[in-house]
T-cell receptor, first 113, second 112 residues
Framework: KNQVEQSPQSLIILEGKNCTLQ??????????LRWYKQDTGRGPVSLTI?????NTKSNGRYTATLDADTKQSSLHITASQLSDSASYIC????????????FGAGTRLFVKA | DAGVIQSPRHEVTEMGQEVTLRCKLI?????LFWYRQTMMRGLELLIY????????DSGMPEDRFSAKMPNASFSTLKIQPSEPRDSAVYFC??????????FGPGTRLTVL
């Protein structure tokens, strides 16, 4: 069964600290993996996208990694800011010739001053 | 660039009423996606269009839901008749030549 599981479900950190969010997937055939940031009351915004051959991609203070062998991805946030408080959603697309995506439930991150 | 525009932003209606949600794509984009988001089920893809043609509607929950794309830049998602379990935030996303989808601000639907 195609699934995307994210952990932790929620996380509280202090401003300035680093954190890492996890995404494990059992999706086949794999096409790509995206991380989205969703602020409260807004639509998701794409942070990174990685294909099978890419194992790391950065977007400012956000760095995503992908291990296609173990089917794991992580999103590392460096020097967190209050504005990083949001839900982070991992999305895996299948390579089926159409458009098939599996969404994770998201990790809710709270950054405290 | 105005981004993806959705209307209304909030809709409160009574069970049994027809609801129409609207979406305007980013100029030059040719793919449109309708999603639904709830606390229980997270984000779910309902339907997607490419060049005005519905490609995959397997996520549409039932016949009460229908979506149209009458032109290259505009789409509607209709629920008739609406039910309380349809209460959710409905997002529209637009995609152009790259693989990135740009989401609209969403419509929060409450069916009483």
């Amino acid at each position: 069964k195609n699934q995307v599981e994210q952990s932790p479900q929620s996380l509280i950190i202090l401003e300035g600290k680093n954190c890492t969010l996890q995404c494990n997937y059992t999706v086949s055939p794999f096409s790509n993996l995206r991380w989205y940031k969703q602020d409260t009351g807004r639509g998701p915004v794409s942070l990174t996208i990685m294909t099978f051959s890419e194992n790391t991609k950065s977007n400012g203070r956000y760095t995503a990694t992908l291990d296609a062998d173990t089917k794991q991805s992580s999103l590392h946030i460096t020097a967190s800011q209050l504005s990083d408080s949001a839900s982070y959603i991992c999305v895996v697309s299948l390579n089926t010739g159409g458009f098939k995506t599996i969404f994770g439930a998201g990790t809710r991150l709270f950054v405290k001053a | 660039d105005a981004g993806v525009i959705q209307s209304p932003r909030h809709e409160v209606t009574e069970m049994g009423q027809e609801v129409t949600l609207r979406c305007k794509l980013i100029s030059g984009h040719n793919s449109l996606f309708w999603y639904r988001q709830t606390m229980m089920r997270g984000l779910e893809l309902l339907i997607y269009f490419n060049n005005n043609v519905p490609i995959d509607d397997s996520g549409m929950p039932e016949d009460r839901f229908s979506a149209k794309m009458p032109n290259a830049s505009f789409s509607t998602l209709k629920i008739q008749p609406s039910e309380p379990r349809d209460s959710a935030v409905y997002f529209c996303a637009s995609r152009g030549s790259t693989d990135t989808q740009y989401f609209g601000p969403g419509t929060r639907l409450t069916v009483l």
